[in-house]
């Protein structure tokens, strides 16, 4: 488990959850199973746990225990998954976004721009998107979008014209390939922060990721019951931005409803006014926690 991936803000994370021995809770990201099993350490033999994921790789991680559930499926189908099963309410949820450390060491998915491998980027090996037909496929205009939204990078149609420049040449199917079709539009001081986010722009749209989230944080407010909470991880901006809003206002505004009488309608209680981050200890022992940002708030 460990080597598959290393759980971030393990226990600050379950402690929000504040675990109900006999309650049921969700685990939308199961990934190496670490944030599941410490829940189950916390349930007692009337408890439920449900782990989410989409690739199939993480099923070899689940425990033998009759308390958990594992949901082959991306998390964006939350509440049909969970009707599917009996459950229409739940006491907890917890989600650690991104990339586990398993898909970046395993060079073959092509996730890591450190190494050679095929374009492929996909959490779910049975989907048909792959970063190779993003790459090649797309027209610069639309590159241009994913780069700059999903990305933030830098004059984005820079980059797109890179690529299409380097596609017309030969098709673009590795990561070494990636690599150097942007070589002329890449800062020679920050490589690596470059590399990171023109990755991450190409993992999200093949992965659909912010359009899951978006799915998933909507629904979380009609399967959590009242003074049930959610829990989120997140590690950019994007993803903190949509789950601090939707904590906030219940949509991804932030912009806050008030009701005929002017009164504020409130979907959670925050707990966190600020993201809880990981601690010095934390980052010595998992560097890749660096940019985890923890959010969690009680349903009103």
Not at 34 to 53: E, M, N, T, V
Not at 79 to 85: K, S
Not at 270 to 291: Q, Y
Request: positive net charge; contains cysteine; proline residues 5%.
């Amino acid at each position: 488990m460990s080597e598959y991936h290393t759980p971030v803000l393990l226990e600050e994370s379950v402690s929000l959850l504040s675990i109900d021995p006999a309650g049921t809770y969700v685990d939308l990201t199961f990934g190496g199973g670490g944030h599941s099993r410490r829940i189950l350490s916390a349930l007692g033999p009337g408890g439920r746990l449900y782990a989410f994921d989409q690739d199939r790789d993480a099923r070899g991680n689940c425990p033998d225990d009759a308390r958990f559930h594992f949901v082959e499926s991306n998390f964006r189908f939350l509440r049909g998954a969970l009707r599917l099963r009996g459950v229409t309410c739940v006491d907890g949820i917890l989600a650690d976004l991104g990339v586990s450390s398993h898909h970046f060491d395993a060079l073959e998915r092509g996730f890591s721009f450190r190494g050679d491998a095929p374009l492929d980027m996909r959490m779910n090996q049975r989907a048909r998107l792959s970063a190779a037909q993003i790459v090649n496929g797309y027209p610069a205009g639309e590159l241009t979008r994913i780069f700059g939204d999903w990305g933030e990078v830098e004059t984005p149609w820079k980059v797109a014209n890179c690529v299409v420049r380097a596609r017309e040449k030969a098709p673009v199917e590795t990561t070494a390939q990636l690599v150097e079709a942007v070589r002329p539009c890449t800062p020679r001081r920050d490589e690596s922060k470059f590399l990171t986010k023109l990755f991450q722009a190409l993992r999200i749209e093949v992965n659909g990721e912010m359009e899951a989230l978006r799915m998933a944080l909507e629904q979380s407010l009609k399967v959590l019951r009242p003074g049930g909470r959610l829990v989120v991880i997140s590690y950019h901006s994007l993803e903190d931005r949509l789950v601090k809003n939707f904590l906030r206002s219940g949509n991804f505004s932030g912009e806050v409803a008030t009701d005929l009488f002017g009164r504020r309608e409130l979907p959670f209680e925050v707990l966190t006014r600020k993201a809880v981050v990981p601690s010095p200890e934390e980052l010595a022992r998992n560097p890749r926690s660096r940019s985890a940002k923890l959010r969690a708030g009680v349903k009103l």
